[in-house]
């Protein structure tokens, strides 16, 4: 049975306090993330979807799919969502050395600058959440020092998850979920089942209590 929080407990945010965990935020207003796109269809179901309730997001980017698909990805651009970094190879940190694992993300990040400069686009603003969340303190000093801005998160659906129902997945989300929270999705195929069953619904419901849905920048 693997083990992880699905509302992140506040000795980690203040352990690890040079990380972004949530937003202090009196309005609300939430900010949904979604790890290891683009991938056709899935992302494009949630570009639908946050379309349909003018909803803004965060897409952190394998930079191997960004590759695959620069379609997907320059609609992501397009409709004026915030992107990061995910890394090149979808790497754990814990299990790679800082020299590979920095030499990884830095070419990631390429492919999103010149994806940004095929599109005349400014370039983004450098945010990164290492897979898994695993990343060993001298890569987050690293990263940090070259600008990055690591962005974690407050609340996890567990859509990758294969052993949790899809209404458990959603009961994770609108338990936990508060002003500022930082929510994390999948739009992988991995995940694809369960978020295709709980993203309308939490857009739906988050919408009804008068919530926005911001991307980080």
């Known amino acids: 049975m693997r083990f992880y929080f699905t509302k992140t407990p506040r000795i980690l945010k203040q352990l690890f306090s040079?990380?972004?965990w949530c937003f202090t935020s009196n309005k609300k207003e939430i900010y949904l993330t979604f790890d290891d796109g683009p991938i056709p269809e899935v992302t494009e179901f949630v570009l639908d979807q946050l379309e349909k309730h003018n909803?803004?997001?965060t897409f952190f980017c394998i930079g191997d799919n960004i590759?695959?698909?620069p379609t997907v990805f320059h609609r992501i651009i397009n409709e004026g969502h915030s992107v990061g970094n995910h890394t090149f190879n979808h790497l754990n940190g814990w299990k790679s050395n800082n020299a590979s694992y920095i030499k990884n993300t830095e070419l990631c990040e390429s492919i999103i600058l010149n994806e940004f400069e095929k599109l005349k686009k400014p370039n983004p603003s450098k945010l990164f959440r290492p897979p898994y969340g695993k990343l060993k303190k001298n890569q987050s000093v690293q990263l940090i020092k070259s600008g990055y801005k690591i962005i974690m998160w407050d609340v996890l659906s567990a859509d990758f998850d294969r052993s949790i129902t899809k209404e458990k997945c959603l009961k994770n989300v609108l338990?936990?979920?508060?002003n500022g929270s930082i929510i994390v999705f999948h739009d992988s195929i991995k995940?694809?089942?369960k978020l295709y069953y709980?993203?309308?619904?939490i857009l739906?419901?988050?919408k009804r209590k008068g919530y926005t849905f911001k991307s980080i920048s």
């Open 18 to 20: 040079r990380y972004t």
């Open 55 to 57: 909803a803004k997001a």
């Open 67 to 69: 590759k695959k698909h």
């Open 175 to 178: 338990e936990n979920t508060k």
């Open 191 to 193: 995940a694809s089942e």
């Open 198 to 201: 709980t993203l309308p619904k």
């Open 204 to 206: 739906q419901e988050f």
